[in-house]
């Protein structure tokens, strides 16, 4: 695992993309299309400026996933994932290649996942941008989370901490309306992506990010799996980073 710590939130965002870029680059020169995976939430705003920006990215031969989505909620919802992504990626940049939404609003949720998984199958994931959630989560999921499953996307239960934490970054009014299920992208797929590149900015991520590095790999702290991936960048601002010993 690679380790940077920035000064800033924004410098974080940047340095993400950055990293992301050179990967992405590279995978492009090898190969006709390039996989990558996109997150969403608050700590991700500068990623996602820098990155529709950076210049010669192949966007043409791009396929971009997300990691998850609010089982209920359509993209027309504030709060919607996919309308975070079209907002910051799909309308940034016309010409990608293509953009597999999770369909959060679908009449049957099980045949969503089973097209997804469809569409993901063996496909090699080139890139994975992540964070981690208040409560160690990876994507949405929660701990203890799932690191047996081997299916790319799943359906999970949303614990009150990942709930409270949607609230107090404003996509939701209270947490009574907060859905309680999520598809999500499983620990085991995110693993398998050539690079994973991790941003976690914030004082109230740095508990998570202590568990995340100095604890042993477990699924009560789902971040911790990160100790495992090969190439994992960890992107840290003084805040998140603030109760590391080292």
Same mark, same amino acid.
């Given at each position: 695992m690679k380790i940077e710590i920035c000064n800033t939130q924004k410098e974080l965002g940047v340095l993400a993309a950055k990293i +992301? @870029? =050179? *990967?992405?680059?590279?995978? *492009?020169? #090898?190969?006709?299309? =390039? @996989?990558a995976i996109l997150p969403t939430g608050a700590s991700q705003f500068s990623m996602f400026k820098q990155l529709t920006s950076e210049p010669d990215i192949p966007w043409p031969r791009i396929d971009v996933f997300h990691l998850d989505e609010y089982v209920g909620i359509g993209d027309d919802h504030p *709060? #919607?994932?996919?309308? /975070?992504l079209y907002d910051r990626l799909v309308a940034k940049v016309p010409n990608l290649g293509s953009f597999h939404g999770i369909e959060g609003d679908a009449q049957d %949720? +099980?045949?969503?996942? *089973?097209?997804?998984? +469809?569409?993901?199958g063996d496909r090699g994931v080139d890139i994975c941008f992540a964070g981690i959630g208040e409560n160690g989560h990876l994507a949405f999921n929660d701990p203890p989370a799932d690191f047996a499953t081997t299916?790319? /996307?799943?359906? =999970?239960?949303?614990?009150? =901490?990942?709930r409270q934490q949607q609230v107090n970054e404003g996509w939701f009014e209270s947490l009574d309306v907060v859905p309680t299920?999520?598809? @999500? !992208? #499983? %620990?085991?797929?995110? !693993?398998?992506?050539?690079c994973l590149i991790i941003t976690v900015p914030e004082s109230r991520k740095a508990k998570a990010v202590k568990n995340a590095l100095e604890s042993a790999v477990s699924p009560q702290f789902p971040a911790s799996i990160l100790q495992q991936h090969p190439n994992c960048y960890l992107l840290l601002d003084l805040d998140s980073s603030a109760l590391l010993k080292k």
């Open positions: +992301g @870029t =050179v *990967a992405i680059r590279k995978a *492009a020169a #090898s190969k006709d299309r =390039v @996989t *709060a #919607s994932f996919r309308r /975070y %949720i +099980g045949q969503e996942i *089973a097209r997804l998984n +469809g569409l993901l299916d790319p /996307y799943i359906q =999970v239960s949303l614990d009150t =901490v990942c299920q999520a598809v @999500t !992208m #499983s %620990i085991s797929q995110m !693993m398998k992506s050539d």
